[in-house]
T-cell receptor, first 115, second 111 residues
Framework: DAGVIQSPRHEVTEMGQEVTLRCKPI?????LFWYRQTMMRGLELLIY????????DSGMPEDRFSAKMPNASFSTLKIQPSEPRDSAVYFC?????????????FGAGSRLTVL | GQQVMQIPQYQHVQEGEDFTTYCNSS?????IQWYKQRPGGHPVFLIQ?????EVKKQKRLTFQFGEAKKNSSLHITATQTTDVGTYFC???????????FGQGTELSVKP
């Protein structure tokens, strides 16, 4: 398996532009997570899906952020409009959730810089 | 809300010295996981502890889960330069699927 695949790996954009980050989870995994990592705030969970359904989006910073999972093999995280404070590394992770276990496999991350 | 705290935030050691990072949760955890993130990389799962008082070893790494299932530690014996990175503990929130990560302990090893 190729693991969790994220794109783009790097994105530099200007304030106000729309940013779309993409994620392909591991085939067969039923849970998908979006995390944001910054020096100041560490690893923050933004949203997670179980069987393609959003379960908890309480970590989504504000209405500018949205996430979708139209099918089991694809998810997007969209920021519109982007702001400099959104600059961070965004990780997608997937897992096969079973009772008592939820081990995450992370993608390589998308490094976003908003100028 | 539920918090997972890690100390220390940074640790600089000479190669060959031991290293320990500690993780404390504000609530009892059903399990705790440890991840390692190399500089410029992504978190990689190391191990999961489930039972109260559990101790697991992976070569030079020893992981412990406290009796009350609210704290955990990772100890590395005789560090090597390949151990460099940030070590995170993580626990599930409210027994659900949401995994809360500690702030991490960044380990640097001087050869």
């Amino acid at each position: 398996d190729a693991g969790v695949i994220q794109s783009p790996r790097h994105e530099v954009t200007e304030m106000g532009q729309e940013v779309t980050l993409r994620c392909k989870p591991i085939s067969g995994h039923n849970s998908l997570f979006w995390y944001r990592q910054t020096m100041m705030r560490g690893l923050e969970l933004l949203i997670y899906f179980n069987n393609n359904v959003p379960i908890d989006d309480s970590g989504m910073p504000e209405d500018r952020f949205s996430a979708k999972m139209p099918n089991a093999s694809f998810s997007t995280l969209k920021i519109q409009p982007s702001e400099p404070r959104d600059s961070a590394v965004y990780f997608c992770a997937s897992s096969l959730r079973s009772s008592g276990a939820n081990v995450l496999t992370f993608g390589a991350g998308s490094r976003l810089t908003v100028l | 809300g539920q918090q997972v705290m890690q100390i220390p935030q940074y640790q600089h050691v000479q190669e060959g010295e031991d290293f320990t990072t500690y993780c404390n949760s504000s609530t009892t955890l059903s399990n705790i996981q440890w991840y390692k993130q190399r500089p410029g990389g992504h978190p990689v799962f190391l191990i999961q502890l489930v039972k109260s008082g559990e101790v697991k070893k992976q070569k030079r790494l020893t992981f412990q889960f406290g009796e009350a299932k609210k704290n955990s530690s990772l100890h590395i014996t005789a560090t090597q330069t390949t151990d460099v990175g940030t070590y995170f503990c993580a626990g599930p929130k409210n027994q659900g699927g949401k995994l809360i990560f500690g702030q991490g302990t960044e380990l640097s090893v001087k050869p």
